[in-house]
């Protein structure tokens, strides 16, 4: 009995240990996917803005989600993914 509890604990923490170095991967997307596929591919996304045909949504993966990207729909249809580069906030004109 006490050989079967020891091989019991013994499985338990090499389980504990493989699965907590288990990063989460990034979602199958691809491009022209409707948004309920999205949705049922990407699971932990956050929807971000919906403005006149588009939708936007952010999802963040990746070992304490360190990652984030941005999808972008138009239409129902996925037509553009980024890591969310942002536009510069002042252009400055050399002559």
């Known amino acids: 009995m006490k050989t079967l509890l020891q091989k019991f604990v ?16 990034a979602p199958q997307i691809w491009s022209g996917m409707t948004v309920r596929e999205f949705i049922k591919e990407a699971k932990h996304e956050e929807l971000v803005s ?11 993966y990746g070992y304490h989600a360190q990652n984030l990207m941005f999808y972008y729909f138009y239409d129902n ?3 553009k993914m980024n890591q969310g580069q942002r536009d510069v906030d002042v252009r400055v004109r050399v002559n």
């Open 77 to 79: 249809k996925l037509v």
């Open 50 to 60: 919906m403005d006149s045909g588009w939708i936007i949504y952010r999802v963040f």
């Open 10 to 25: 013994v499985l338990s923490l090499i389980l504990l240990l493989f699965t907590s170095c288990v990063s989460i991967k």
